[in-house]
C-alpha cells in the first residue's frame, strides 16, 4: 500500500514538474500570438491608414499604420496599442470607428508581428512604442495631442509609456493588473510570480499616471477579469489621479466592447477634456529614425 502511495504522488509530482517546465519553456507561445502579414490597409475598413516605417533604438524597422486627424477634426492621435493576437488589420474597424469620430490613428506595429523582424517581448514591445510616438513627435503631434489606447496586452506598454512620455489621456480597454495576476488566475496551481517572464506590471504604471484615465471592459470578460480593470481604476484614484473613469459593459466580453458603444464613450471623455493646442501634420509615409 505504502509503495502505491509513494508512487502515485512520485507520478503527481512529476506531472506537476513536467507541466510547469512547459508552461515556463512555451510561455512566449501563450502569450505572444502574431498572425501572418496584414493585408495593405487599401483592403480594409480604413483605407485611408498608410504603412509607415518606424526604427526602433535597437535597430529594427517595424512597420505601422498611421492617419494623421482631419483638418476640422479633433486634432488628437489615438496610438493604439493592440492586444497578444492577430495584425493590424484586425483593428481596422476600430480605426475607422476612431477616424470617423475626427481622431486620427496609429496603430502600432509590434516587433514579431504583421511581418515585422525581431521577437516579442515586455521590453521590445516598450521600445516599439517609444518609435511610434517619435515618429509622431517628428509629425507634429506632442503628447497634449496623444491618447494611448491600450488594447488587453498593449495595456501594459500604453500605461508606462504614457508614464514616460506623457499623454494627453489614457484608455485602456480589457486592461490587466499585471500578467502574472492573469497567469496566476488561468494557472492557479503554478507560481505565476516566479515563472512569468513579461510582468507587464500596470499596477506600479497606473500609481504614476497623472494624465486623465478611461477604463473600458466588460463584465463578462472570461479572459482579464473584470474585478482588474476595477482595481485599475481604484488605483488610480488612490493615487490622487485628477480624473479616472470607467465604463463597464453589462453585457460585454473582451473583444467586443465596440459593438457595445466604446468608441462612443471613449469620444465623449475625450470631449470633456482641454482642448489640445494647435499642431502642424506632415504628410505621412516618412521614416522616423
Known amino acids: 500500500m505504502n509503495s502505491l502511495i509513494v508512487g502515485a504522488a512520485t507520478v503527481l509530482v512529476a506531472t506537476y514538474v513536467g507541466v510547469g517546465a512547459l508552461l515556463y519553456t512555451f510561455q512566449d507561445r501563450l502569450m505572444f500570438q502574431p498572425g501572418p502579414p496584414p493585408p495593405p490597409p487599401s483592403e480594409t475598413p480604413a483605407p485611408e491608414l498608410t ?18 486627424p482631419p483638418p476640422d477634426g479633433r486634432g488628437r492621435v489615438v496610438v493604439y496599442f493592440h492586444g497578444n493576437a492577430g495584425t493590424l488589420a484586425d483593428r481596422a474597424h476600430k480605426a475607422r470607428a476612431l477616424l470617423d469620430r ?13 511581418g515585422n523582424p525581431g521577437d516579442p517581448s515586455e521590453a521590445g514591445f516598450r521600445e516599439d512604442g517609444r518609435a511610434a510616438l517619435a515618429f509622431l513627435e517628428a509629425q507634429g503631434f506632442g503628447p497634449e495631442q496623444r491618447v494611448h489606447y491600450g488594447e488587453s496586452i498593449g495595456s501594459g506598454t500604453a500605461l508606462p509609456l504614457a508614464v ?23 494557472y492557479p496551481l503554478y507560481p505565476a510570480g516566479l515563472l512569468v517572464r513579461h510582468p507587464f506590471d500596470n499596477v506600479a504604471a497606473v500609481q504614476s499616471l497623472k494624465a486623465p484615465l478611461l477604463v473600458l471592459h466588460g463584465e463578462h470578460d472570461d479572459l482579464v477579469p473584470v474585478a482588474m480593470g476595477r482595481r485599475l481604476l481604484e488605483i488610480a484614484r488612490a493615487a490622487g489621479n485628477p480624473r479616472a473613469e470607467g465604463v463597464f459593459f453589462p453585457d460585454g466580453n473582451h473583444v467586443d466592447l465596440i459593438e457595445h458603444g466604446a468608441m462612443e464613450r471613449l469620444v465623449r471623455f475625450l470631449d470633456t477634456l482641454p482642448p489640445p493646442p494647435a499642431s502642424a501634420p ?3 509615409g516618412g521614416v522616423a529614425r
Open 102 to 114: 475626427g481622431l486620427g490613428v496609429m496603430l502600432v506595429g509590434y516587433r514579431g508581428y504583421n
Open 51 to 68: 504603412p509607415v516605417t518606424v526604427t526602433t533604438a535597437d535597430g529594427l524597422d517595424l512597420m505601422s499604420w498611421y492617419a494623421p
Open 164 to 186: 514616460e512620455a506623457g499623454a494627453a489621456a489614457v484608455v485602456l480597454e480589457g486592461g490587466f493588473t499585471s500578467m502574472r495576476a492573469v497567469a496566476q488566475g488561468q
Open 282 to 284: 506632415v504628410i505621412p
